[in-house]
């Protein structure tokens, strides 16, 4: 059973002094072992082989074509070249090391693009696939952007330049130590010198020192700071201002100026998030970002035209949009590091002389992997059409049309929080599948989600984002209610929810469930009633006309997280499945691939019917029989999916370089990956490791003593 | 509405070079901030003001007495005192300073003992409050238990006193590179040399690299390593060995040896875990631990006396009981944190002028963190009453009466896996429920969640442990229906099966699911019923009689696993309910936090029936009707414990010192904390930064080029 490449281990491990005798001694034991070992690269080709369809139009269609596809591979090839985009060493670096050498990287990116090696969209790429964000996020990623489209065009011509060739790094700050989601209590203040055309910049209290913005602690010289407006005493709410923080020469703190590193975080640590307080400093007039409020040089306050705030709605959604894609290509690595491992790791024989079983073939290790599998093509085709109604949107508001926002802005709030959550969880659930290895950062998923899972708490609190979305279905509902309803968007079975409430589920047999229109349906009926309940409990705790704010809101909010959730859950799987039909219509992926990807979206569905069986039995929507059918029928897409397990990841296209995983490896090789990785570590530079003369050798050696 | 302490805060920020004139125009603008702000310590003097009860006599209960609980607190700060023991630069290591601040707090710990500072018992507590595991940690809690519990009195004369003076470091290598839960697979083989009348210990595979041992990387001399014993090629399976693996001089390994640190891990980073590969290494014949399995010089094998098998079984079964314990104080930590912080952080104002509201305020915060805060009251009291389960045992057991082992072992392993699950599912969950500032590892939480997740793959993989319990509650039900049940211990039920499938859910009100019998039935009814379909889909599967093996189990894994935690669940919940009944007869516990621990048990029970409805649901047991009582009494739960919240957390008696966090703190003093500690850590070592000679400097300066 022991493949060429196992033997090969076996005299690499028996080529010592021993004698004769002693080898053949050892070896009829080995012999013995060696009967039900197999190799796990062979184990690999085997998965490969038996899958039902040939990923390459599947993978070129998730990669945005095969053009683009080749192209990453191409990139991963040259970044791993880069001695700022080697990884191997990444998982020893301690704090500092983290810190400048991500710096590097983001500097490297950037001469790559200077030099005219990669594009802006390869750069795009390149980030994604070096996966080592650093100093620079903000000053790309808020910086630039907000110049771009808050400053006026006298201080785009002052900045701009300047920020585009790295004469001044920036960054954004806003959030506050006390203050994160709640804006308009920021407690930093600008106030208005009249007689000086300046503001005064300050932090009154502790708790207004700005905290977390990235690039703030050591890297950048200049902020857009957040703060409120005061004229005349008068408060006019959070403003943006430009403020140099760093001596262009010395990179030390500007006087007034008190700006650190927030220390070390549970993943990200590339970054320097950073504190930063203000004494009295002063900016002259024309460092408020002018572009739509204003004030005069004499104190006049001019406010921003009405759009503004939607703009401003606009960007937060873009935003959201591209979080939504982001968790599907984040679950989709973990994914692939885990299906990959549970097919070559095997465990357990029943019999002596048996091979033990690959972990794939128990079925709660299918069932804790291939809904995750589904959840990942979930969310990268959620977010693809995410992306496609931001474009929409666009069109539209270019002419001065924001119609679709509303919209727009529930769906993508709440699918910020269901698709970051879904992502953070399954990531963590795919580390625990790998088992005691999964625990190792050479695995690479440790890092995967303590990287990523930062995203429920950032860019909008996941709770706050859903609360927004259970805002507009109860407003949907309340105006449907008031005959004002309408049958559009997501939300449009407001308008039918009486009707809704009446429906009990059509499915007639486990097969019937196979429908993704049954299970959509489901999924439906669920949403209009948890909508309807939550707008009648929240009508009785306001005592009559609902109120979206204080104790009756505050003290409801279970029910209206659940309320959207359960929405998103409808939007994510409706889109799944018209995602799928959209693909087999355009004909460019290869049938065998869409019937799989196709047995994806039931499984979807089904997992999540079985396991929250009680939404659908509550009001008798389910009988306990349709459940049992459910279970049965997600029993058995489980044991459908297992053969195409591997090809299903072996789709996302994935490198080896940007997983940076020992588990996760392409040819299975796991076992001699971890070993090398092991070996390689600093605490084995040295054979008798670095406690042994100063801590360990002084015990060892003293006289012994009675305990 | 500011507190003195903010003031001072205010001034001390505004100790600057500003003239009157500027303090003056910004002083106005900060006093409108500060009509809205209030002090987290002020916050938490409140919270404690509101609490219903008392804590100090259920501290005592829950830490073992008064006199411990004092004692805690004077161990810690004895242990802060200790250059060792302070742990104000832990979260700052890098992985060498780790593992070498861990060896030292070890032998730190040992010192104490041996100048008889501290008692053996003080030393438990003592390295749960320095919470910093090390190169030690298997010497004691495996290399001198094995050798206790598995040498001969010959081997302990030899071992022993080295071990006890520390004149060696021993560790237990079992679990190899591809082998973990699957003893019998381990490929590592000890081959007698009759000749010689030596083993030959040897490392045929690349998979039977020894992996994991804590302490083995670069600490032990010694190992107990775990090897398949041939005789005469005959394989006798995993047999103990005692094998020197270093120089005792140099420390550097042995000829034939290889051994080093496995890498950096999640957590646990103090402990180099190792890995050690043999190629072909010899020992003497009385190097094979010898207490029960033996090998004549001759070379003929003498099996272990029967009852060895149970006794080892037995150890296991320890091991899991201190593991639900430490599952309850792991939990505990974290709550203590979060709900604090929660207590004293405030997000969002409806109107202008108004105070933010506590986040423990809005329901979905408290829906995060009250039912955490009970499962760990549940599981604190569920380790309380395993050992005591186990204790019992012991008495039988030294009379030779293994008759309760099946039915501990069976209830063990369930709730090792349950117990670790919640654990480390509420632990993320705490942190979350933090926002942003759970997200630094200042907060504590990250370390106490990537220390204590590895429990949910380590000493059983918590998958495997589950289908132990089913294992159990099948052969149960089995012989219950062939006529051979029994009423006794947790899994009684299974002898009245049939009768309790008929049983409908009596509550006739929200009031009703107060009563924890109410509750009981239902998680009762529930582990009944999925283990009636569970035995019967097994024997389906089976095509007759039931098969615990191979394909027929393999494949119906997820149901089992279904299984055994719904009645883990019920053994959890209705231990915690009797718990608190004998708390209250035993009358040392205060009557007002009696009742507020009683609500405890309530919220425990009705947050899983409300979450899980649908097992309840399906087979009609509860109405929907019934749910929506259970759900609503469920939310009455949470406003009756919201203003005992901190008092609740306060009773677990937690020392600021072993919490180590800057959100958990007992004052509330949140903020400054952050702030404190983010500035003392090392990137903030110099003004301008660790990257700005080399990597940022080159680059600001550079002449500005075209992009």
């Not at 053949?24 to 998965?47: G, N, Q």
């Not at 000086?196 to 910049?201: A, I, N, P, S, T």
């Not at 009633?529 to 204080?550: N, P």
């Not at 349709?626 to 489980?638: F, T």
């Amino acid at each position: 059973m022991a493949s060429a490449a196992g033997l090969q281990d076996v005299q690499y491990l028996s080529s010592s002094q021993a004698d004769e005798r002693t080898k053949a001694l050892v070896k009829k034991s080995s012999d013995v072992v060696l009967a039900t070992h197999i190799e796990p690269r062979d184990d690999m080709l085997a998965e490969r082989g038996r899958a039902s369809f040939d990923i390459s139009s599947l993978a070129a269609y998730l990669n945005g074509g095969l053009e683009k596809l080749q192209r990453i591979g191409e990139l991963a090839d040259l970044l791993h070249e880069q001695s700022w985009g080697n990884k191997s060493r990444r998982y020893y670096y301690g704090r500092q090391e983290t810190y400048e050498n991500a710096l590097k990287a983001a500097l490297g990116i950037w001469d790559l693009i200077r030099n005219k090696t990669i594009t802006m969209e390869d750069a795009m790429e390149a980030r994604k696939l070096v996966d080592f964000p650093g100093g620079l996020e903000l000053h790309i990623g808020m910086f630039i952007p907000t110049l771009l489209s808050q400053a006026s065009p006298d201080q785009q011509a002052e900045w701009l330049p300047k920020a585009l060739s790295l004469k001044l790094i920036g960054t954004y700050a806003q959030t506050e130590l006390g203050h994160g989601t709640f804006v308009r209590g920021l407690q930093t203040t600008a106030s208005y010198d009249l007689d000086k055309q300046e503001f005064v910049l300050h932090t009154p209290t502790l708790t207004a020192t700005k905290w977390w913005p990235g690039g703030l602690g050591k890297t950048s010289t200049h902020v857009v700071a957040m703060a409120r407006l005061f004229i005349r005493g008068k408060d006019y709410g959070p403003h943006a201002f430009v403020v140099p923080i760093r001596d262009m020469a010395t990179h030390l703190p500007l006087p007034g100026i008190r700006v650190g590193d927030i220390g070390p975080k549970f993943g990200y640590n590339g970054v320097d998030n950073g504190f930063l307080s203000f004494n009295h400093v002063r900016v002259p007039h024309e460092n408020m970002l002018a572009r739509f409020a204003k004030v005069t040089p004499e104190g006049k306050y001019v406010p921003p035209p009405a759009s503004n705030q939607k703009a401003s709605y606009a960007t937060m959604v873009y935003v959201r949009a591209t979080i939504v894609e982001g968790a599907g290509w984040a679950l989709a690595r973990s994914v692939t590091i885990a299906v990959r491992y549970a097919a070559v790791r095997r465990q357990t024989a029943a019999h002596a002389g048996e091979l033990e079983v690959q972990v794939l073939d128990y079925q709660n290790t299918a069932a804790d992997l291939l809904p995750l599998l589904a959840q990942a093509y979930a969310l990268l085709f959620m977010g693809k059409s995410g992306m496609d109604m931001y474009k929409e949107f666009e069109i539209d508001r270019d002419q001065g049309n924001f119609d679709k926002l509303p919209e727009l802005h529930a769906v993508l709030s709440g699918m910020k929080a269901l698709s970051t959550t879904l992502a953070s969880d399954g990531m963590e659930a795919a580390r625990r599948a790998c088992g005691g290895h999964g625990y190792s950062l050479l695995s690479g998923l440790p890092t995967l989600f303590t990287h990523y899972v930062q995203n429920v708490t950032w860019e909008g609190d996941n709770n706050v984002m859903l609360l927004q979305t259970a805002r507009y279905l109860v407003k949907r509902l309340l105006a449907a209610q008031a005959g004002q309803g309408s049958p559009g968007g997501s939300a449009g079975y407001t308008a039918n929810a009486a009707a809704e409430l009446r429906q009990r589920c059509p499915a007639q047999s486990a097969r019937d469930w196979l429908d993704p229109a049954v299970q959509s349906a489901a999924f439906r009926h669920r949403a209009t009633r948890l909508c309807v309940e939550a707008t009648r409990t929240l009508a009785e705790a306001s005592g009559g006309s609902v109120v979206f704010e204080g104790r009756p809101w505050n003290s409801n909010t279970v029910d209206l997280i659940r309320l959207a959730r359960a929405h998103c859950l409808l939007v994510l799987h409706s889109t799944f499945a018209d995602s799928v039909a959209k693909m087999a219509a355009e004909a460019s992926v290869a049938a065998p691939a869409i019937a799989a990807v196709s047995k994806l979206v039931s499984l979807f569905g089904l997992s999540f019917i079985a396991r929250e069986a009680g939404d659908f039995l509550e009001d008798g929507y389910l009988s306990g029989q349709q459940v049992e059918w459910a279970r049965k029928q997600y029993y058995r897409c489980l044991s459908a999916l297992r053969p195409d397990a591997v090809a299903l990841v072996d789709a996302f296209g994935l490198t080896d370089y940007q997983l940076n995983s020992a588990l996760g490896r392409k040819d299975g090789d796991v076992y001699r990956a971890l070993l090398a990785a092991a070996q390689a570590s600093p605490l084995n530079e040295t054979e008798e490791g670095s406690a042994w003369d100063s801590v360990l050798k002084p015990r060892l050696n003293k006289p012994r003593s009675k305990m």
